[in-house]
Every structure is written in structure tokens, then in C-alpha cells.
């Protein structure tokens, strides 16, 4: 049998900046709202968030019989790509300055679970990075990684909100870890400071948020040209944060700056070819050339 401390403990040998338990027992809060979210269009074009609203509603049929939720966290801000913000021309999200952290960080669980598992072969588990239809955030706010803020995303207390989130599901109770309190209080700098207006306290309207423009939106001919400099992502409602006004920085190398993303930064994206060149093995590639090149075109005015 697994024990919790074994499965915390090891989390962070294995390099895991934040790691918490979350019990399965109880239904999953604010379904009411997840649903009304769907039906009022404010997932945009996401049509997968809709597709799979019962599975992310309920754990237990995306992995039959989940019992508990290991919720692990990877900071992955970089002091250089701060640098790098300050002057640039064409902004990029912080969480696209390193490598594309779905490969990376589903091979660090697997490796993390390939510990775990020797003592435990019947134990049954799924790994969740971003794609799969569990809702990472709930999860994370019932283990105790953070509290979920008005903006929407998971903060911790003391390192702030720049950091991914993993999820795995296992078939096996263990001991959950407590909930952080809501650290929010009567801040609102978030709401005040998204210029497209698409944030009210703990809700977002994806459709007028800059991040979903910029990377997912599939509507022909929706951009309607405020993107605040933003080319790839937004942080605005980050960066303004107080519990992000002490950077903490990430360690693992995979998020560390690559400084191919500069020219992209500084408004160039000649062709295709400068495209393959800066976005091979980054998170920017979700995008595509042709929405990166008219969202630079956005901001570049031209
Ligand atoms: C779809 C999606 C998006 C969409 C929609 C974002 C959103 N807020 O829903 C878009 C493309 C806009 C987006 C943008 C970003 N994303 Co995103 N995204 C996701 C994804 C795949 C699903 C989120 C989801 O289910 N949304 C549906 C709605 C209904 O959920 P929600 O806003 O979270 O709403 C909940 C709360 O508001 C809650 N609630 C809590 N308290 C209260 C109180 C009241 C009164 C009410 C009414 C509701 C309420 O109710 C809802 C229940 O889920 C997750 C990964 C995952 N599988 O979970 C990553 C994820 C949330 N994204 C992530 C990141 C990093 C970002 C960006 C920062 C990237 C960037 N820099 O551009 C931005 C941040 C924008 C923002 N302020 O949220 C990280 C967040 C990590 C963290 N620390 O929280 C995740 C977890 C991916 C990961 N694995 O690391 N994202
Ligand atoms: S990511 Fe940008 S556009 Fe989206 S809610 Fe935050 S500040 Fe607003
Ligand atoms: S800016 Fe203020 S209101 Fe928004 S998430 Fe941070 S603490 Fe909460």
C-alpha cells in the first residue's frame, strides 16, 4: 500500500516544486457554474471542454474508481525571460519561454509513478498534463498546492502562480493534504488591470481573454486587434498579482529561456522557415505560423 508521506516525500526528490494530495470522496465544487460556462458560449471555440464536461466534472469516469488525486506543481518562470518582457515588442506568455512542458512533464510523472509502483503493481493510475478532461485547478485547490484567485488561477501563497500543474489519478486512498485559504481578500488589481475585460471575480469569459486569442481561438476574422503587445499567451493578469511581486524562479532546465525566442520578441517572423526555427519543441507551436504571424501582425499594426 502506498503511504501518503512515501508519495509526498518523493515528489520532491524528484524535483516537483509543490506537491499535495487531494481526497475523490467528495464531488467535485462549482458544477453549476462549469456548466452554465458551456452553455453560455464562454469556452469560445475550446469545443474539447465541452465534449468532456462529464469526466471533468467527475474524476471517476476518466479513471474508474479514483480515490485520491497526487496534484504536482513546476515553477517555470526564468529571470531571463522577465529581462526579456521588459524589452520586448512582441510579448510571449512566461510559460512558453522554456520547453513545451506537456512532453516534459508527462515524462518526469511517469518517471516519479516508475518509483512508486515496484511495491504497489495492481495500483491503477492516469496522468493528466494540461490535455486531459480533469479539472486541474479544483483538483489543485483541494490539495492544498495553492487557493484558485479571482483571475481564475491556482496561487500559492509563497511562490506565486507561475507554475504548471499535473494531475494523477490513482484508484488508492490516501491521506489528503488541507486546503490553502483564499488569499484574495479585497484585491481586484487582476480584474482592473485585464484590458479586454474578460475577467469578473473567480470567472472568465475565455473569448475576450488574450491568451485564447492568441493560441486558441479557430474563428476566422474574430480578433478585434487588443492584444496589449501580446503575441503568444497574456500574463497582465499575473504580472499585476501581489503574490508575484517576488519572482520565485523555476530550476528545472527545460524552463529555462531559449534565446531563439528573441527575434520573434523583437517583431520578426520572416516566414515559415523563422517559424520552425523558434517554435520546434516550444508550447508556441499550439498556435500555428498563421495565427503567430497575425497576431504579430496585431501588434506591429501592419
Ligand atoms: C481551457 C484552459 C484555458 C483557457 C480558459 C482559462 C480558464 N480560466 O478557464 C484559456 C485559453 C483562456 C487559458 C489561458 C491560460 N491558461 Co490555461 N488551461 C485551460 C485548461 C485546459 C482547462 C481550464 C478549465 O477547465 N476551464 C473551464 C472553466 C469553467 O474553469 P475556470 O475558469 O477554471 O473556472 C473555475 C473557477 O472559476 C471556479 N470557481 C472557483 N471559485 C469560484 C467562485 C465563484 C463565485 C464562481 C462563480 C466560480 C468559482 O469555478 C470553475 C470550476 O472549474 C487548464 C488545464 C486543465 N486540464 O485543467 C489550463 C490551465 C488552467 N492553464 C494554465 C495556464 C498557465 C494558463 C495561462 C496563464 C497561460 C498564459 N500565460 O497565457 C492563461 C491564464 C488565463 C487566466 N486568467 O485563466 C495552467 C494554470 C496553472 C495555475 N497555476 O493555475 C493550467 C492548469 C494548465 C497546466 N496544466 O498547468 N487556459
Ligand atoms: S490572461 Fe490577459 S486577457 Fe486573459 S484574463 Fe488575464 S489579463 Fe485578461
Ligand atoms: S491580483 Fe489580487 S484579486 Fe487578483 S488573483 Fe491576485 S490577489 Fe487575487
Redesign the pocket.
Known amino acids: 500500500m502506498l503511504s501518503a508521506d512515501t508519495v509526498l516525500q518523493m515528489a520532491a526528490r524528484h524535483g516537483f516544486d509543490l506537491a499535495g494530495i487531494a481526497d475523490l470522496r467528495e464531488p467535485l465544487p462549482?458544477k453549476d457554474?462549469?456548466k452554465e460556462?458551456i452553455t453560455s458560449g464562454q469556452?469560445g471555440s475550446?469545443q474539447y471542454?465541452a465534449r468532456t464536461l462529464r469526466e471533468?466534472l467527475d474524476p471517476g469516469l476518466y479513471l474508474k474508481d479514483a480515490r485520491s488525486a497526487v496534484v504536482l506543481g513546476v515553477l517555470y518562470r526564468s529571470e531571463r525571460m522577465d529581462q526579456a518582457l521588459e524589452e520586448a515588442v512582441c510579448k510571449v506568455?512566461?510559460?512558453a519561454g522554456g520547453r513545451d512542458y506537456h512532453k516534459i512533464l508527462k515524462k518526469k510523472a511517469y518517471r516519479y509513478l516508475a518509483e512508486l509502483l515496484p511495491g504497489n503493481p495492481t495500483l491503477k493510475f492516469r496522468i493528466?498534463?494540461?490535455?486531459?478532461p480533469?479539472?486541474?485547478?479544483?483538483l489543485?485547490a483541494r490539495a492544498g498546492l495553492g487557493f484558485?484567485g479571482k483571475?481564475?488561477?491556482?496561487i500559492h501563497p509563497g511562490k506565486g502562480?507561475y507554475?504548471?500543474?499535473?494531475v494523477i489519478l490513482l484508484d488508492q486512498q490516501l491521506q489528503p493534504t488541507p486546503p490553502v485559504a483564499d488569499g484574495c481578500g479585497q484585491c481586484r488589481r487582476c480584474i482592473d488591470a485585464c484590458p479586454t475585460r474578460a475577467?469578473k471575480?473567480?470567472?472568465?469569459d475565455?473569448r475576450r481573454?488574450i491568451?485564447?486569442r492568441t493560441?486558441?481561438d479557430r474563428t476566422p476574422g474574430e480578433f478585434d486587434g487588443s492584444s496589449a503587445g501580446w503575441v503568444f499567451?497574456?500574463?497582465i493578469?499575473?504580472e499585476v498579482c501581489p503574490y508575484n511581486r517576488k519572482p520565485v524562479y523555476a530550476t528545472h532546465p527545460a524552463f529555462q529561456f531559449r534565446e531563439r525566442l528573441l527575434p520573434l520578441m523583437e517583431g520578426y517572423l520572416e516566414d515559415e522557415n523563422v517559424y520552425e526555427y523558434t517554435a520546434t519543441g516550444s508550447a508556441l507551436r499550439r498556435a500555428g505560423y498563421e495565427k503567430l504571424k497575425s497576431s504579430v501582425e496585431v501588434v506591429r499594426g501592419s
Open positions: 462549482h457554474y462549469n460556462w469556452h475550446m471542454l471533468r506568455a512566461r510559460y493528466c498534463v494540461d490535455t486531459a480533469v479539472a486541474e485547478k479544483l489543485a484558485q483571475n481564475t488561477l491556482v502562480s507554475f504548471f500543474l499535473v475577467l471575480p473567480y470567472q472568465l475565455a481573454c491568451s485564447y493560441i486558441e499567451g497574456c500574463d493578469c499575473q
